[in-house]
């Protein structure tokens, strides 16, 4: 590769060209009358109203919102999640008494609660944090138990033959072993809980992203529309931003066969 092309290479650069490429054709096409500036309005509409409603702390106001159910709602499931997923593949009896039950509510999708959900909890915050912990759970779930479950024997093996079993055993090895599904199963969760905040704002909420763009369809705001579904965007990318950094952090060893196999 030539020398004045390689700070290109560079993932950080190569995401900003991405993003700057697909802004710049959007303008493009609006300013040249290619789409209707009234059904998809230019990106520097949506940045004009997006600062606007940063101005008038309209839109800090609904991400705060949005931000706390989907971190309740996350936190409850997810621990559900982890804690379920080792016990049913730990304890094979446990595993025969509910794997019925937990596949046939995970064939159910969150959505279909919304109207249940609502009639137990009402309309508050309660509500919304049940919705985002259901659909949450299953995939921590999934990933956690066939990580406990599909543990090489042999880890198992070596410890006992050193001494450690029980609780031992499941701190130091089988978790371990386990960690890359279930970092994949929180990682994938955390779109998911970003999925059905935004149906669960829709059915009654007061405050949130949800609720900015449903209010927006109301008054014809096709502009506050768009910066609620960036502002989403934006959350999404951060979280998951948020989230690798952290595990990198925490666990310094998470990748790095992939990193030494390059």
């Known amino acids: 590769m030539p020398r004045f092309l390689r700070p290109f290479d560079h993932p950080l650069a190569l995401g900003l060209l991405g993003v700057l490429a697909f802004f ?25 109203s ?6 008038d702390g309209e839109l800090p106001g609904h991400l705060a919102a949005s931000l706390w159910r989907a971190a309740a ?15 049913m593949a730990r304890l094979p009896r446990l595993h025969g008494v509910l794997n019925p039950l937990v596949q046939m509510f995970r064939a159910i999708p969150s959505l279909a609660f919304v109207p249940l959900a609502i009639f137990w909890f009402g309309i508050g915050e309660a509500s919304k944090i049940f919705l985002i912990a259901w659909g949450v759970f299953f995939p921590v779930w999934v990933n956690s138990f066939i990580g406990v479950r599909d543990v090489n024997p042999l880890f198992a093996r070596a410890a006992a033959s050193l001494g450690a079993g029980g609780w031992r055993l499941l701190l130091h090895v089988v978790l371990p072993a386990a960690l890359p599904f279930i970092v994949a199963g929180l990682r994938v969760s955390l779109s998911v809980a970003l999925v059905i905040l935004v149906a669960a704002e829709l059915a009654g909420a007061m405050r949130g992203v949800g609720y900015l ?5 109301l008054v014809f705001r096709v502009d506050q529309m768009f910066v609620g579904l960036l502002a989403l ?15 990198r952090r925490l666990m310094p060893w998470y990748g790095a066969e992939r990193k030494t196999g390059r």
């Open 213 to 217: 763009i449903q209010l927006s369809q």
């Open 24 to 48: 710049g054709g959007w303008e493009g096409g609006s300013r040249a009358g290619l789409v209707n500036p009234h059904i998809i309005p230019a990106p520097s509409t949506v940045f004009a």
């Open 233 to 247: 965007g934006v959350m999404g990318f951060t979280a998951d931003a948020l989230f690798d950094l952290g595990v």
């Open 50 to 55: 997006a600062w606007a409603m940063l101005a």
């Open 73 to 87: 709602g996350f936190t409850a499931g997810a621990a559900l999640g982890i804690l379920l997923g080792v016990a």
